[in-house]
């Protein structure tokens, strides 16, 4: 979403159409997450529209994102904060939960810190943060996103973690056959356009045109999409411990957070 409120390609605001596989994967993150936190208050760390909070029902829910137009409406507390500085005081939090929001900060490391923080000090505290796996999507050697400053692979997702909690147990999400379908064919064509710029002269446009370019591109193919695409739901994904290097997303689930650790 833009700062306007309106849906990009990047943002996934909606279910509609070929949109459907990302907002699927996302519900998908919150649920299957949702048995690894303790019970109490949560806080959902750069929670967009908050399309999945329910599912971390009975706990009370704690909504942070930049854009108030994404919190607007939603019927539970909310801030509109940088997750690099909270507006909560120490040990506010049962758990917290980040998916799909480290990777759009320079910074991860201030806010793994915010997060360990704001954690109840107590054995019971659970962090959780989903992210993509940088092996997966795009290309391994090559940020593509322009809205991802970092991407971790399973090993970095762990070193990251680790000045800030004493453990960190990392898993992954696994997508069905016909998800897998629909991402190899969305890599098949990024190649191929990145095989028209072997020079990477694309390094040179501004972040800012790149975002305007991505927008534009992804949301041209999310609106003709396949009948596949608007068959995903959140039961073509599922939680796994094995083959992490070939998993969508990883799963950090960290406790023990280290007193100062900045």
Request: a negative charge; proline letters at 8%; glycine letters at 8%.
């Amino acid at each position: 979403m833009s700062p306007s409120g309106t849906v990009t390609g990047e943002r996934v605001n909606t279910a509609e159409g070929g949109f459907n596989p990302t907002w699927q994967r996302h519900v998908a993150a919150y649920r299957l997450c949702a048995g690894r936190l303790p019970p109490g208050r949560v806080l959902d760390l750069g929670c967009g529209v908050g399309h999945s909070y329910e599912l971390l029902a009975p706990r009370e829910t704690v909504g942070v994102d930049l854009e108030p137009a994404a919190l607007a409406g939603q019927e539970r507390e909310t801030h509109v904060a940088d997750m690099r500085e909270l507006p909560f005081d120490d040990g506010s939090f049962d758990s917290v939960l980040s998916v799909h929001s480290l990777e759009h900060i320079p910074d991860p490391e201030r806010v793994l810190a915010e997060a360990g923080r704001v954690l109840r000090p107590d054995g019971s505290a659970v962090a959780v943060f989903v992210t993509p796996n940088r092996l997966t999507f795009g290309v391994p050697d090559e940020i593509i996103d322009p809205y991802h400053y970092i991407e971790f692979d399973p090993d970095q997702i762990a070193e990251q973690c680790s000045p800030f909690f004493e453990r960190a147990e990392i898993l992954g999400i696994a997508g069905s056959e016909r998800y897998q379908g629909l991402v190899s064919e969305q890599r098949e064509r990024l190649l191929a356009l990145l095989r028209r710029d072997p020079a990477r002269l694309r390094r040179l446009v501004p972040r800012g045109a790149r975002q305007r370019l991505y927008d534009w591109m992804l949301t041209r193919e999310r609106r003709q999409p396949d009948r596949v695409a608007t068959e995903i739901t959140p039961d073509d994904f599922e939680l796994v411990t094995d083959g992490l290097r070939e998993a969508l997303d990883l799963v950090a689930i960290c406790e023990g957070p280290r007193p100062g650790a900045v």
